[in-house]
């Protein structure tokens, strides 16, 4: 069976994701600043390289699996490359580990990350009324996700230190993590970035939950239709 590590796990999409997963029976592993006794959980920040190379370390040998990171945050973060160094900092655990244990190369995570709309350079995702507020307001945010993406689609697949990867841009996020909160993942409308499903909104339970039915079940294969 996969198991799968989680960034960011204690709210938003991720955890109500967590909550999918672990219902579902699959073995998880957490990076959180406050631990939960729900899980094999470590403390730490994503900022620090030696707690994410102990919560990626932390699989059953031979197995392989999705790591998700949940970074997206208000403009008013105080740290406006949260996301670009998150991954920066994984990047670097994983080819560690890979020079450490040379046998764990032959089976590279692939990876999941929640990401927004209005960073595609291909079409336009956001509707009209919002265009305000996305590319100007929230510029700077939008510039670390960016980056963030540039650095995932460099480093997955052959030669990279991530098997394979998922970018989820969902529209503005509402809502909180709790499963019951949203209208189901089922009526979510999904897109491509050359086919962008444009939304107002999408209700975080139900991102969450399509993160699970449609990666962490199909073990990092996403379907659609």
Known sequence: MNSYCLFG????????????????????????????KLLTIFKG?????HAIKDTLSNHDAGTTGTMQMSLRRPVTIDNQEICATATKNTIKALQEIY???????LNKPSITVISTTDVSDVKEDVPFAFRILYHVVLADPHNDKKEMERLITENAGNGGSFRGSVIVRPSLL???QSVKGGQGWEKLR???????????T????????????????????????
């Open 45 to 49: 920040n994503i900022a620090d390289i």
């Open 99 to 105: 020079k450490a244990q040379p046998s764990t190369v």
């Open 174 to 176: 509402t809502g909180d």
């Open 190 to 200: 999904v897109g491509r970035e050359d086919e962008p499903a444009v939304g107002y």
């Open 202 to 225: 999408v209700h975080r339970a139900d991102v969450g939950q399509w993160i699970f039915e449609q990666v962490v079940k199909t073990g990092g294969k996403v379907r659609f239709g």
């Open 9 to 36: 796990a204690t709210g938003g999409c991720t955890n109500a994701c967590l909550v999918h997963t672990l219902n579902a029976g699959f073995h998880a592993t957490a990076l959180a600043r406050t631990p939960s």
